[in-house]
């Protein structure tokens, strides 16, 4: 371990985590300001992989302080859209690359609910925690693909809410359940959570559930990056006691052993 302070450490990993995800919206930014990806799509791929980064970037920290300091990049960004959304300052790469019409005035509903929801996420569940990995996947690989197929193959509407497609919602559901899984084996490896069939389940059922609130006109007036995250919360927090209740909380000892725990 290059120190053995662990407060240094996690600030290493902070500053890491922040310049890796800096990296990937600065690339898209770039992207949209040339136009070279439609608008619409340049945004929604921000949406899904500057999430999913960030997310992949966790296991750098320690756990003691990591919670607070792995969300500082997102809640400097939270600064910035809403700076860019009042019009104090201007920003055409961040509008183009995170904005459906080109109104900086946007910034202030979707991107920023999606910056709180991640911020919270972290500091809420941090890694130990499979609910954490059913916000950020439903939240960045589901409503972000979700978007994406229903724009390109959703001509079949769903009847109950005409703006959303049968396509766009069963994408959804499966990659928000995918990319679920995908990090529950990927955080096992470093021991925060132990993967199961029963884990599997309970984020298929949350996975599910999120795709289905996301279809709801409900989402379509509020914002689903509002609705998304918190679907996932409350059905998270209901599956994984009922189906994995062993996993429901997850706590690592100072030897880095992992320690189940039920809450109740």
């Known amino acids: 371990m290059w120190t053995e302070n662990p ?22 930014e770039e992207v949209a300001n040339r136009s070279l990806l439609d608008q619409k799509l340049c945004r929604k791929l921000v949406h899904i992989t500057v999430g999913l980064v960030y997310f992949l970037m ?17 809640i400097i960004n939270i600064i910035k ?11 055409e790469g961040v509008v183009n690359s995170m904005t459906r019409h080109g109104d900086s005035r946007e910034l202030l509903n979707g991107p920023l609910y999606y910056a709180c929801a991640i911020t919270l996420a972290t500091i809420v ?7 954490s990995i059913a916000v ?13 197929v229903g724009r390109r193959l959703g001509q079949v509407k769903l009847p109950h809410n005409p703006e959303k497609s049968y396509a766009g919602s069963i994408a959804m559901f499966m990659a928000g359940f995918i990319a679920s ?10 021991g925060f959570v132990e993967k199961s069939w029963s884990m ?13 609130v996301e279809s709801l006109p409900i989402s379509t007036r509020l914002d689903d990056n509002l609705t998304v995250p918190l679907a ?33």
């Open 7 to 28: 407060l240094v450490r996690d600030a290493g990993a902070a500053v890491l985590t922040g310049v890796a995800a800096a990296v990937v919206l600065r690339f898209w």
């Open 58 to 74: 966790w296991p750098l920290s320690d756990d003691v302080f990591a919670r607070f300091l792995a969300p500082l990049i997102i």
């Open 81 to 91: 859209v809403t700076v860019i959304g009042l019009g104090v300052v201007k920003d």
């Open 125 to 131: 569940f941090w890694r130990t925690s499979p609910i």
């Open 136 to 148: 950020i996947c439903n939240l960045c690989a589901g409503d972000g693909v979700a978007d994406i």
């Open 181 to 190: 899984v995908l990090y529950m084996c990927y955080f096992s490896i470093f």
């Open 200 to 212: 599997v389940g309970a984020f298929g059922v949350t996975s599910l559930a999120a795709a289905v």
């Open 232 to 264: 996932s919360v409350l059905v998270g927090a209901l599956v994984f006691y009922l189906i994995a209740p062993g996993n429901l909380c997850c706590m690592t000892s100072e030897d880095g052993s992992s320690i189940s725990a039920i809450v109740r």
